[in-house]
């Protein structure tokens, strides 16, 4: 079931390739296709995240500004502040995990709705980062060279020419193989996999889930102040009022194309990638293709519209087919 | 020949994994009560809802006096005057009673709706049903056998000619359902036809002008006025003997594994609870619909933590305040909402038979997927869990199957005591006996027992001892030679032995 999914969608990826390098000529060039693989990597990164907190049936909707939090405080603390590379990197660690904790905290021990409480962590920490910036842009300017080769950097690979891996690559490959690991072949995973189906069922089991859904949001918000540190390595800088805006919902739309479905319970790592390489390659499409570039949102949105629809007619089907055919099994055992 | 009222022929209702309905008739004439009665999951709730519009048949026809009728919808139904009252009532409780007993169907003025007017026609409603109270009252201020007076009120505010009762009694006080029945008799008297299903024998006896059978979605056979008595019932319903029915056997009781001693629970606080269970010993606990029983229950496993006493599990003292801890201490629990609480419906078989023992066989947090397998294969073979594979989802297996996969995931972590909540619920007749078979067969290991259940047969049946509740009290404990269905309404229904 898993795996067709992430088949279909894997195969919808390669049609809308295929279609945008018949249009365009460029789409295909070394130059493009790094670029397409980084932003891959970078917003796979963030979408595992959240697909972890998807598969408890939760949200999160403040991946955005943890981004942009992360993304201004780093360099904030490291040129403002000059504090010094580790205390930086370990601060704002602490604070992207800190934040998930909170949310998991808030949300299983005083049962608020998920959507409320990262809705509002979402206007609250891009407003606390305009706040420390005075809503002014903040960069490395021209130091830290080497720190941002985590982002930038290329990796040459032996008998290609024109064409090398992007660093981000290696993490997301790092992230995916720890979180698919994590899922599908640890106890907790299945925990995860469980209370997202049936919290109560779980719980009934002997699965403390509440301590797993803290987790979930803790590797949610963990892996996006992840992603904000190598998005703003990537682009050097980050302005306050927009930087990582709308990210959290290319992640979840990432996640959901990817075959997470909201109600929980659902999901795999390598959809998730897949889901997110799509959306990255659509948003290129449509860069390469069209002069519009206005209606990028209204397209990504009506593709995810009717892929989510088309995932939901076939997942009906199924269950009649596969309800037929217990009930036909019934009958003819007795 | 006059047509009867209503007449069901051969109707064939088919869910997800199970068969409800295999060709079901049923003939009502006017102005009679006729009893509808069969063991949990025989197909009666199913046969009213089909009756009332909630849910159409697959195959199979209703005809009312004589003429094919279709009904698809609650509207439909209530337009040729059947109406139904569900077993757990369906009462907007935040609205007044006038409200209700017109919701849907509002008194409108100019466009707005007339609350005067409703409070008015309302009364004369009331009255007819015996209840004397203030149309403008709230319904949360009622007490259930005065909501359920309303919902009756609101049947006759359609001119109801047929009315279900889908268990009436089942959260009643005996006081509220002498008064029901009273109603009833008078409702008759005037012509309203009355289906009437019930679990409980004495009533049905009482009531009953004709009783119609179920087993197992099918007609089990009927009875007339004269034929109706307890043991005709009871044959008809189990297909045979009681006593080949239930495999009880006496056991030979051995030292008291769970000690309960003043135990209040976070529903019924003011009241203690004290019992004890040996080790194969099975004790059932028997009570109306809200009596704490389910409660009783969640609190030993620790899903509602006790709030006071003390719980001693093979001698040792144990408060749990998770499931997690009552695990630990060897209690496992069957819950009572199987689809919710017992499995995950979307997960395979096999996931859900290693859940609870994943903790147990983890190496270093990662799944032992060897382990896991066979277990789940163990499980499948002993409980004859019927499943093409292990990768099935539970949501396609019968309700039995569902049930032997929560057993299984119990058995799996070998618990001292098993508690078990309605635990033969929607289930179909040979799968209710398999889990009768196991109960015993765990009862023989030394697995001490308690079991919730509202089926009087099965507390008779398969109890050592029984334990009475009402509103949060053991008012009573009957053992074997005690257990009449009498003495444990009796008690059931508050009064205490000693009144007797």
């Known amino acids: ?334 | 020949m006059e047509h009867p009222l209503l007449e069901a022929k051969a109707l064939v209702k088919i869910f997800p994994g199970v068969r409800a309905l295999k060709g079901v008739s049923m003939t009502l004439r006017s102005g009679e009560v006729l009893a509808v009665i069969g063991e949990n999951g025989a197909g009666k709730s199913t046969l009213m809802k089909i009756l009332a519009g909630v849910q159409q048949p697959d195959s199979g026809g209703i005809f009312i006096e004589g003429k094919l009728a279709r009904i698809d919808s609650v509207q439909h139904a209530l337009s040729q005057r059947i109406a139904l009252i569900h077993q757990e009532l369906n009462l907007a409780d935040n609205l007044d009673v006038a409200a209700n007993i017109f919701l849907g169907r509002e008194k409108l003025r100019f466009g707005l709706i007339d609350k005067a007017r409703q409070r008015r026609e309302a009364r004369p409603l009331l009255a007819a049903v015996g209840l004397d109270v203030d149309p403008a009252v709230l319904v949360s201020t009622l007490s259930i056998g005065q909501q359920q007076m309303v919902e009756i009120a609101k049947a006759l505010s359609v001119n109801a000619r047929v009315l279900i009762m889908d268990e009436p009694t089942s959260s009643l006080s005996s006081h509220e359902s002498e008064n029901l029945f009273k109603v009833i008799r008078d409702l008759r008297s005037r012509g309203v036809s009355i289906v009437y299903i019930s679990h409980r024998l004495g009533e049905v006896r009482a009531l009953a002008d004709r009783v119609t059978v179920l087993r197992d979605g099918a007609n089990a056979g009927e009875l007339s006025r004269d034929e109706i008595t307890h043991d005709a019932m009871v044959k008809l319903m189990v297909g045979r003997d009681l006593s080949q029915f239930y495999p009880h056997e006496v056991h030979e009781s051995g030292a008291a594994v769970l000690e309960v001693e003043g135990l209040r629970t976070p529903a019924h606080p003011a009241q203690q609870l004290s019992f004890s269970v040996c080790a194969g010993e099975i004790v059932g606990v028997a009570g109306l619909v809200g009596a704490g029983r389910t409660e009783l229950l969640t609190t030993l496993f620790g899903v509602t933590p006790a709030i006071g006493g003390s719980i001693q599990i093979a001698g040792r003292s144990v408060t749990p305040v998770s499931p997690l801890q009552a695990i630990a201490a060897g209690l496992a629990l069957v819950p009572e909402d199987r689809k919710k609480q017992g499995v995950v419906l979307e997960m395979a078989v096999r996931d859900n038979l290693s859940l609870a023992s994943l903790r147990r066989d983890q190496r270093h947090g990662m799944i032992d997927r060897r382990q896991a397998a066979e277990l789940s294969g163990e499980m499948i073979a002993a409980l004859k869990i019927k499943t093409p594979d292990g990768r099935q989802p539970v949501q396609f297996l019968s309700g039995g199957n569902q049930q032997k996969v929560v057993l299984g995931k119990w058995l799996a972590l070998r618990p001292r005591v098993l508690l078990l909540d309605e635990p033969t619920r929607g289930i179909d007749i040979g799968a209710k006996q398999e889990i009768y078979k196991l109960m015993e067969e765990l009862a023989g290991k030394g697995v001490a027992i308690l079991f919730v259940s509202s089926e009087m047969e099965e507390i008779l049946g398969m109890s050592d001892r029984v334990l009475v509740m009402h509103e949060g009290r053991i008012t009573g404990e009957l053992v074997r030679g005690e257990l009449t269905e009498e003495s444990v309404m009796h008690l059931a229904t508050g009064s205490t032995l000693a009144a007797a």
């Open chain 1, 1 to 334: 079931m898993q795996l067709k999914k992430t088949l279909g969608i894997t195969i919808l990826l390669a049609i809308v390739c295929i279609v945008t390098a018949l249009i365009s000529d460029s789409f295909l060039s070394g130059y493009n296709v790094e670029n397409l693989i980084r932003r891959t990597a970078l917003f796979g990164i963030i979408s595992i995240g959240v697909a972890f907190v998807i598969v408890t049936g939760g949200i999160d909707l403040s991946v955005g500004s943890v981004i942009c939090l992360v993304g201004c405080g780093l360099p904030w603390l490291l040129t403002t502040h000059h504090w010094p590379l580790p205390l930086a990197l370990v601060a704002v660690a602490g604070v992207s995990a800190g934040i998930g904790l909170l949310h998991g905290l808030i949300i299983t021990k005083l049962r608020i709705q998920p959507f409320i409480v990262t809705l509002c962590g979402l206007l609250l920490y891009r407003g606390i980062a305009r706040g420390f910036t005075d809503d002014q842009t903040v960069g490395f300017g021209a130091e830290f060279k080497g720190l941002r080769t985590l982002a930038t950097g290329q990796i040459e690979l032996p008998f290609i020419h024109g064409f090398a891996l992007p660093a981000p690559c290696i993490f997301l490959l790092t992230v995916a193989v720890l979180g698919a690991v994590f899922l599908n072949r640890t106890i907790y995973g299945r925990y995860l996999l469980a209370l997202g189906r049936s919290e109560e069922a779980a719980r009934y089991s002997g699965i403390n889930t509440g301590r797993m859904t803290v987790l979930a949001y803790v590797i949610s918000s963990t892996l996006a102040g992840f992603g904000g540190v190598l998005f703003v390595l990537d682009v050097n800088s980050a302005q306050p009022v927009d930087f990582g805006n709308f990210y959290e919902l290319y992640a979840i739309a990432a996640a959901v194309l990817g075959g997470c479905s909201l109600r929980g319970g659902e999901g795999t790592i390598t959809g998730v990638i897949v889901g997110s390489a799509l959306i990255q390659v659509l948003r290129n499409m449509i860069t390469l293709t069209t002069k519009h570039h206005n209606m990028e949102f209204a397209i990504i949105g009506a593709v995810i519209l009717v892929g989510v629809i088309a995932d939901e007619l076939m997942k009906r089907y199924g269950v009649r087919r596969r309800a037929a055919q217990a009930l036909l099994a019934e009958t003819k055992r007795t």
